[in-house]
């Protein structure tokens, strides 16, 4: 399940499985990959997380009671989201509604007020959050309670290390200046990405099972390799039709080249995504004071 700010959307592809990558090569790390190995001290929090089909999952307690599972997605705005499955649990009602637009069509959603949400020793409290039923239609070992949005992490360092399944978060650790691992932005979290010779404007996107996902317009200007149908997409209010295939051009992400990525291609679909099949490679690092990110292999 991601997210857009662009159109302050939920967007799912809980239809889309992707491949991983054939190959990739990079250049060695920058400092600011040495961060992921600061002392303990200098975090905030620090906590083991589950991969699920290149998901993240955590335990947080919610209105002191807990622990359940909450997704982490970057694609996610505001601070998170709540499964119906919570709301039964803690006996919610219904707080408000807000507008959800998944670039398609938009729709007017529930919300819920969580007094307060707590990871590790990271706290927030009086959160106004979207409830949906998202659980129903995703496999079981894939469901969740909740999902931790990007504004959750907004004032701090956040890491996840995906090969040693560890997320953390300072607020005294920040990123270095922009390098080969360290890429600004300007929407969250749309960064340079280049796919052959043509630059382009990525969204990182730890909560998509997939690798790339675009539009069939950009896929016809950077590709001629052929397309299967695949089915259905669903977004937050709209299905989509989708296709998919092998990209036969290099793709490029700060320092990382990589080739043999699996793609999806939808019509109307409205930016390139690059999902967690892609991330999970990484220690993935992301500072919203000062608006850059990270990339480590």
Do not use: W
């Amino acid at each position: 399940m991601f997210a857009y700010a662009r159109f302050s959307i939920v967007l799912c592809l809980l239809c889309l499985g992707a491949t991983g990558l054939v190959s990739a090569q990079s250049r060695p790390a920058a400092p600011a990959c040495a961060l992921a190995k600061a002392p303990a001290a200098s975090f905030a929090v620090r906590v083991p997380f589950d991969v699920v089909d290149g998901r993240i999952y955590v335990q947080a307690r919610v209105n002191g009671r807990g622990p359940f599972r909450f997704a982490i997605d970057t694609g996610a705005s505001g601070l998170g989201r709540a499964d119906k499955s919570l709301v039964s649990a803690l006996d919610l009602k219904i707080h408000g509604t807000s507008s959800n637009s998944d670039g398609v069509q938009s729709a007017t959603v529930d919300t819920v007020r969580l007094d307060s949400v707590q990871l590790g020793s990271l706290s927030r409290q009086g959160l106004e959050v979207i409830t949906r039923d998202y659980g129903s239609r995703m496999k079981p070992e894939a469901a969740f309670h909740g999902i931790l949005g990007r504004d959750f992490f907004a004032d701090g360092l956040l890491i996840l290390d995906y090969p040693n399944k560890t997320l953390s978060f300072s607020t005294t650790l920040s990123l270095p200046a922009p390098g080969d691992n360290v890429l600004k932005y300007e929407r969250a979290f749309r960064v340079p990405v280049s796919i052959g010779g043509t630059r382009l404007e990525g969204n990182l996107d730890t909560g998509a099972n997939v690798s790339l996902v675009m539009p069939q317009a950009m896929y016809d200007k950077v590709a001629s390799a052929p397309l299967q149908n695949a089915g259905h997409g669903t977004l937050a209010n709209t299905r989509i039709e989708t296709k998919r295939g092998v990209l036969d051009q290099t793709v490029t992400i700060g320092s990382s080249r990589l080739s043999g990525v699996e793609v999806r291609v939808a019509e109307r679909f409205p930016e390139l995504l690059v999902g967690a099949h892609i991330l999970q490679r990484y220690t993935v690092m992301i500072d919203q004071r000062t608006k850059a990110v990270a990339l480590c292999e």
